[in-house]
């Protein structure tokens, strides 16, 4: 057996992020419009990449539409206040504006959402005014007035036609995941169906002799393959479709051959085998299947183990062809893995700090960029430096008052330490000591 390759080395935190990242833009350039496109009911496609962009199918606001309650006057009428207006009609949301016109001295009675009507070009807010009693019994009862308290400028109170997009605007690009927001969007232009990516398939393989089904009653040294389960939640929530494998025992011709199916799948999640005791054979048998590692390990607490690469020439340059369709033929699958460590706080953390790009640059999008917020330390933290660490917290507090404290737990094998967590803390590796009220990076 070959030994294991040591060339591409463990690099800093950011620097084996910059290049998931890196190989996650070429990756998704390499397969625009490659991919095989569903088309959908819009709920279903929820978490899915639109394959064409949404256009404005008219103008938003298709009308001049007042953002106010009130009365629809002509701005120059109302320069000097009080003043009184005859109330020549009423428009409320849905009705036509052309029911109504705005003439010298006249107002409209107008509702949130109406049209605005011709010869208007303001509105005044209902608080603005008051209703005026009749003058004399002889006044024409059908003849309404009221007196207008403040003046507005032309223009206020309403959003002009269009405004907001002309008909035919770009709305929502192609390459965008759709979340509620963009599926809103998509409902405003009448999109009840829209054409989205296929989703990639993610192969996920637990490696270990111990590990077993969860529907199995354990040995006593046995441990429930629960990495295969957390895992393809987070595919799923990454926008991929999880395809999990056969538990693979530590053993290199069994293993290969797991290898070689989740090599079918667009990304192959292995877990476990990544260290450096005896019976980790991950790397092993992907050097002499002559795999290329961008990394094999990261300085990062949890998950200093974690493992990239591809598997084959030219990973870039190829498409997936996992489905009946291949989307070119005589295109070879890309055959992209991460080697995520065995112990669940890892698993869980590597693939939140690195598989989530590339999920993303093969689902369509562009990789969401990791965001930390800042909370103030609760209580003095103490580390080793050299590693950059994402331990289970608690953060608490709202606002500025945002407070982090670690979560107990007893290390990366600690799953049940995140039912006590919210988030991870963030310690940079110079830092050996942090002081309570300092503020320290939180991520999600
Ligand atoms: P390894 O990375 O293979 O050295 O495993 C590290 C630790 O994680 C060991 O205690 C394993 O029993 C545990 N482990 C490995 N794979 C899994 C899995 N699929 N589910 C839960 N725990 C696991
Ligand atoms: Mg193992």
């Not at 393959?225 to 056969?246: C, D, M, T």
Request: glycine fraction near 8%; hydrophobic fraction near 45%; aromatic fraction near 6%.
């Amino acid at each position: 057996m070959s030994p294991p390759p040591s060339t591409a080395g463990v690099l800093s935190f950011e620097d084996a992020r910059r290049i998931v990242e890196e190989h996650a833009t070429k990756l998704l350039a390499a397969l625009s419009d490659l991919r095989v496109a569903d088309t959908l009911e819009l709920l279903a496609a929820r978490g899915r990449v639109l394959t064409e962009p949404i256009l404005a199918d008219r103008d938003f606001p298709p009308f001049a539409r007042a953002t106010r309650d009130g009365y629809a006057v002509r701005a120059a009428d109302v320069q000097r206040v009080p003043v009184r207006l005859e109330v020549a009609g009423e428009i409320k949301a849905g009705d036509l504006a052309a029911t109504c016109a705005v003439k010298a001295g006249q107002c409209v009675s107008i509702m949130t959402g109406a049209a605005l009507p011709a010869g208007a070009d303001a509105v005044v807010m209902v608080e603005h005014t008051a209703a005026v009693e009749p003058p004399n019994a002889t006044a024409n009862p059908h003849q309404k007035h009221v007196e207008i308290q403040r003046s507005v400028a032309s223009g206020e109170n309403f959003v002009p036609q269009g405004a907001e997009a002309r008909v035919g605007q770009l709305l929502v690009d192609k390459g965008r995941r759709l979340d509620h927001a963009l599926i809103g969007i998509a409902a405003s232009v009448g999109r009840s169906r829209v054409a989205v990516f296929r989703r990639p398939r993610v192969a996920v393989l637990s490696t270990g002799d111990e590990v077993v089904k969860i529907d199995m009653a354990p040995g006593a040294t046995q441990i429930r393959n629960s990495n295969s389960y957390s895992l393809a939640a987070q595919i799923e929530a990454a926008g991929g479709e999880p395809v999990r494998l056969e538990i693979a025992p530590d053993e290199p011709r069994r293993l290969r051959e797991l290898i070689e199916q989740g090599f079918a799948c667009d990304l192959l999640l292995i877990t476990g085998g990544v260290s450096m005791g005896k019976y980790d054979l991950v790397e092993q048998v992907l050097a002499e299947m002559k795999a290329e590692f961008y990394f094999t390990g990261a300085r990062i607490q949890p998950g200093k183990p974690v493992v990239f690469g591809s598997c084959g020439a030219g990973a870039l340059a190829r498409v997936p062809a996992v489905d009946a369709q291949p989307a070119r033929a005589g295109a070879p699958a890309p055959h992209f893995f991460f080697g995520l460590p065995g112990n669940p706080v890892s698993t869980m953390v590597t693939f939140r700090l690195f598989a989530q790009p590339m999920i993303a640059a093969l689902a369509g999008t562009q990789p969401e960029p990791l965001v930390f917020l800042k909370a103030r330390l609760k209580a003095e933290v103490r580390t080793k430096t050299g590693l950059t660490r994402f331990l289970p917290a608690v953060i608490s507090g709202k606002f500025e008052n945002s407070e982090v404290e670690l979560a107990a737990w007893q290390g990366s094998g600690d799953i049940a330490a995140l039912a006590r967590a919210n988030c991870y803390m963030v310690i940079p590796p110079d830092r050996e000591r942090i002081a309570a009220g300092e503020w320290v990076s939180v991520l999600l």
